[in-house]
């Protein structure tokens, strides 16, 4: 075990020795003046990466995809008041996806200072987070920040992962670890639960006596790791396998019996197969909205579902007959494959033969809207271009509400943690910050955003994050000129208010931030300005016009919260 910094050692110093212990690799943050001595800490060592954004809820945004792609703990920082507020306005989608981030903000106020004192920039900071963390404490004393700062680490990964939060007034940061203070020893990690071996046999009968199996992949199979067994348990119960899109590309999308991901709007044989199903395994997987009709689960009331899962508690909307098995999937998953390899492997059903060619009609309908190139072209036939352009090895960024559903459908996603989404919170304008944090992640790999117009805005600043770090990014927009899925609501109910967002120049924004940007008015010049955006040595931006188009799906999508039952 390695022996922390003990006294004499400034907070700061002991909170970086701490992260580096623990596998942090990655700070996000904005500097700030009452960040000095941690951001002074982290330029004395070469450990930790430290990476200035243009805004707290980059920093935040940047943290997350780090733990999505590579399942490291990642930190952010905020300064106080407002940059910690900025930084919460940030941790909405590493909370709602179950992504460990650490939150490490600092307080204006001194360890003395009474609350309401009228201090410049007061803010009570873990209130304030206190709906997107999982756990959040203050501090008191320097000798607390290693212990608490230990403790948050392990809370952020244990159970369902999220994010944690701490809070230290700027005096304690400043502070030095008093001489009675012993050090801190790194305590061994804990042991996962076990595997309950009456549940693994009575979970392997239930699947094999399936008449109507489904497996589903979520964020929790994408984690563990264990993509390979999944699609072994799935081809021996010759299986729908479908994904949440938290967990794209788990089981492929390449062919057997895929039959959709996404939730609702991966079409209409997905949410056939759900509601048809008398067993489904999910791997990982909450049962979100997404995966709703009129506030409640698609999954019958008399199918049940073999959950694996490292937390035991359900959402509201989680469908009725569940049994769980509890623990980590990289341990519970082979344990499961173990007992059903005992009994001989089935033949696809009609019944899934079925499915599998219902999503393939549905798969050539998109494909022909795809071919729609007449200016301004249908948003499929921009997400189809670019999906032929990918390579399998590349990382792919789906952001923008509605844009997403189109790429959802033609983004190929053959392997996990390739293609990334932010389902739980959909917070709008994440992709350029979730595309800076994988090129860092991953330099040696391309990385391609494809957004809409509107959610580009919301962080549009990050491009000169990108360009001084020398990220060599590929931003794709979906350029309709509006706020598309509000406008067309409002155009229903005979009014046109806020929505338009005509006239801007992204790819002359692009260039001002020393980016390269190209317009692209014809889909048939698209081609030509992705091979010089390949070429590039600077991110780049290529600004796509499009018209707006409703995804076949979106009534689906309306209705999964439409009217919640009790």
């Known amino acids: 075990m390695d022996q922390l910094p003990g006294a004499g050692t400034s907070v700061g110093r002991a909170i970086v020795a701490r992260l580096a212990a623990a596998g942090v690799r990655e700070v996000f943050g904005v500097a700030g003046g009452a960040l000095t001595p941690l951001l002074g800490a982290l330029d004395e060592q070469e450990v930790i990466s430290y990476v200035g954004v243009r805004h707290e809820s980059a920093a935040a945004m940047m943290a997350a995809a780090t733990a999505q792609a590579t399942g490291r703990v990642a930190v952010c920082l905020g300064e106080q008041g407002p940059g910690t507020l900025n930084l919460v306005a940030g941790l909405g989608g590493a909370h709602n996806n179950n992504l460990p981030v650490l939150a490490l903000t600092v307080s204006g106020n001194s360890r003395t200072a009474r609350a309401g004192s009228g201090a410049l920039m007061e803010l009570n900071a873990t209130l304030a987070s206190r709906a997107v963390t999982k756990w959040r404490r203050n501090v008191d004393r320097a000798d607390q920040v290693p212990d608490i700062v230990d403790i948050a680490l392990r809370k952020a990964v244990l159970g369902r992962p999220g994010p944690v939060h701490i809070d230290i007034p700027r005096d304690v940061l400043a502070d030095v670890l008093s001489p009675e203070f012993p050090g801190l020893r790194l305590a061994s990690e804990p042991t996962g639960p076990a595997v309950d071996s009456v549940s693994v046999r009575w979970a392997a009968e239930l699947l094999s006596g399936a008449q109507r199996p489904v497996v589903i992949a979520g964020g929790g199979a994408a984690r563990s790791g264990v993509a390979a067994v999944l699609r072994q348990v799935a081809d021996h119960l010759a299986a729908v396998t479908l994904s949440t899109q938290m967990g794209i590309g788990v089981l492929g999308t390449g062919g057997g019996l895929f039959a ?38 698609l999954v019958s009331d008399s199918a049940t579902v073999v959950r694996l899962d490292s937390d035991r508690t359900l959402p509201p909307g989680a469908p009725a007959r569940m049994l769980t098995l509890h623990g980590d999937a990289d341990v519970s998953l082979p344990a499961l494959w173990a007992e059903l390899a005992r009994s001989a492997a089935r033949a696809p059903s009609v019944w899934a033969v079925g499915i599998r060619g219902e999503y393939i009609r549905y798969t050539a309908e998109l494909d022909e809207l795809g071919r729609q190139l007449d200016p301004p072209a249908h948003p499929a036939a921009l997400a189809c271009a670019v999906a032929r352009m990918l390579r399998p090895e590349d990382l792919v960024v789906l952001d923008g509400g509605h844009t997403s559903f189109w790429s959802n459908d033609f983004v190929p996603a053959l392997d996990p943690r390739r293609v990334f989404h932010e389902p739980g919170m959909a917070q709008l304008g994440f992709g350029v910050p979730y595309a800076n944090a994988l090129a860092l992640a991953f330099p040696d790999r391309r990385v391609v955003t494809i957004t809409g117009d509107g959610a580009f805005g919301f962080h549009v600043a990050e491009l000169d994050t990108a360009r001084r770090l020398g990220l060599r990014t590929i931003t794709v927009i979906a350029d309709n000129a509006s706020w598309g899925v509000i406008g067309a609501a409002q155009e229903r109910a005979g009014f046109s208010l806020g929505t338009d967002l005509s006239g801007t120049d992204y790819a002359g924004i692009a260039r001002g931030f020393g980016c390269l940007g190209i317009r692209v008015d014809d889909l048939a010049d698209l081609s030509a300005a992705y091979s010089l955006a390949c070429e590039s040595p600077a991110p780049v931006v290529l600004d796509c016009r499009v018209r707006f188009e409703p995804h076949p799906m979106l009534p689906a999508f309306g209705r999964t919260t439409s009217s919640v039952s009790t």
Do not use: M
């Open 260 to 297: 959709g991901h996404g939730g609702v709007i991966g079409g209409p044989a997905l949410i056939r197969a759900v509601e048809e199903a008398d067993v489904l395994l999910a791997v990982g997987c909450r049962f979100s909205s997404w995966w709703w009709r009129d506030g409640r689960s």
